[in-house]
């Protein structure tokens, strides 16, 4: 299983550094991280549907964790660190950054248990609680090697992306809060190759 999870990861980076590699054709062409996730749609904790390529990563540095509102274990401290680099983000949340939080019980996990769940976190926008129908969620979480069968097995691992540049990384999200700042940090102060 590991195996498995290790290769869907390094597939998920290779596709990602092709997007800082690839030349665009025109305001048409799309990106290797646009049609490796699609616009698969998801509804945020507002109700609101968005389009996972278009509407939350495009151009932006992300943090993503899977989670779920009634968990009692892992996903409150892990959430409570999201909650500091919240803090360290300041106003770059929302303009240049955003955390995204996927959950990995959409059957259960409404828009308003997922706003509820954003209130206890003091969530600012800029910070996206996600659900959705259960095949595009299993799509989201597929794709960047998330998905688990049953929920409790979800990951404690935070992906960080520079969509605009290709770099990702992955952090432990049990991490010391500020040993994830800087690795936060180091993928959004990430500068795009100059072109030729």
């Avoid at 945020?44 to 899977?66: A, C, H, P, W």
């Avoid at 989670?67 to 949340?93: H, I, W, Y």
Wanted: net charge positive; glycine share 6%.
């Amino acid at each position: 299983m590991k195996i498995i999870c290790s290769a869907t990861i390094l597939m998920l980076l290779f596709a990602f550094s092709l997007t800082a590699q690839q030349p665009a054709t025109g305001a048409a062409a799309q990106s290797s991280a646009q049609k490796y996730f699609t616009d698969v749609l998801l509804v945020n904790q507002d109700g609101e549907q968005m389009r996972f390529y278009s509407d939350l990563l495009q151009g932006k540095t992300v943090i993503i964790n899977s989670f779920f509102a009634t968990c009692q274990g892992s996903c409150l401290p892990m959430t409570r660190n999201l909650e500091k680099v919240q803090e360290s983000l300041g106003d770059r949340l929302g303009k240049d950054a955003r955390i995204i939080s996927l959950s990995v019980d959409p059957t259960v996990d409404t828009p308003a248990q997922l706003k509820a769940f954003a209130k206890k976190f003091h969530a600012r926008p800029g910070w996206y609680f996600l659900t959705g129908n259960k095949e595009n969620m299993e799509f989201v979480l597929k794709k960047l090697g998330q998905f688990v069968g049953d929920k409790q097995d979800h990951l404690n691992i935070f992906i960080i992306g520079n969509e605009r540049t290709g770099l990702w990384k992955k952090a432990f999200g049990l991490a010391k809060s500020e040993e994830l700042v800087k690795v936060v940090e180091s993928v959004l102060d990430d500068k795009a190759p100059a072109t030729p």
